[in-house]
């Protein structure tokens, strides 16, 4: 069965700090994974796309990783702001002529000042 | 470019009732979902379609859901009648083509509330 499996469930942190957040896919066939994050009464906005053949990838104060041979993904937030407060989303796209979309349950991250 | 819309934002209704939700995706894009966000939740997905036909619907509760996109453009998702645990933010999203390497653009979603 196609899963995707999000850690922690939630975490507090405080402004200036960094964090990780985990994701740990078994999805097959894989053709990408995306990080989306989510603020609260929103809809999700994609953060990163990572391919097969892609370690890392950065967007400003974000950065995520994928080992594809272990299936997992990272998400670092270096130097948070308040902002970043949001639920953050992993989604793996089985690509190909199945096309879908495995949503993670998320990680509610919660900056405080 | 403008980002999806969707109305209402909000919606309380009492069980056995229906309600529908409209979806406006960007322009262009061939590809829509309808999801549904339980509360700590995922999105879960409940119909995708291609231009104005129907790609997914497995997970459609269709004894009580219906939807459909008329002209391969606006989309409305029906309930009815509603039940207590269809209390969710139903979120619609659009892509360009669908494919995997396209990007969803969500809404922001309407919020139900079943009492």
């Known amino acids: 069965k196609n899963q995707v499996e999000q850690s922690p469930q939630s975490l507090i942190i405080l402004e200036g700090k960094n964090c990780t957040l985990q994701c740990n896919y078994t999805v097959s066939p894989f053709s990408n994974l995306r990080w989306y994050k989510q603020d609260t009464g929103r809809g999700p906005v994609s953060l990163t796309i990572?391919?097969?053949?892609?370690n890392t990838k950065s967007n400003g104060r974000y950065t995520a990783t994928l080992d594809a041979d272990t299936k997992q993904s990272s998400l670092h937030i270096t130097a948070s702001q308040l902002s970043d407060s949001a639920s953050y989303i992993c989604v793996v796209n089985t690509g190909g002529a199945t096309n879908k979309l495995i949503f993670g349950t998320g990680t509610l991250l919660a900056v405080q000042p | 470019e403008a980002g999806v819309a969707q109305s209402p934002r909000y919606k309380i209704i009492e069980k056995r009732q229906s309600v529908a939700f409209w979806c406006n995706p960007i322009s262009g894009h061939a590809t829509l979902y309808w999801y549904q966000q339980i509360l700590g939740q995922g999105p879960k997905l409940l119909i995708q379609?291609?231009?104005?036909?129907?790609?997914?619907d497995s997970q459609l509760p269709k004894d009580r859901f219906s939807a459909e996109r008329l002209k391969g453009v606006d989309s409305t998702l029906k309930i009815q009648p509603a039940k207590l645990e269809d209390s969710a933010v139903y979120l619609c999203?659009?892509?360009?083509?669908?494919?995997?390497?396209?990007?969803?653009?969500f809404g922001n979603g309407t919020r139900l509330t079943v009492t």
């Open positions: 999203a659009s892509s360009s083509t669908g494919g995997s390497g396209s990007p969803l653009h």
């Open positions: 379609f291609q231009n104005n036909g129907v790609v997914d």
């Open positions: 990572m391919t097969f053949s892609e």
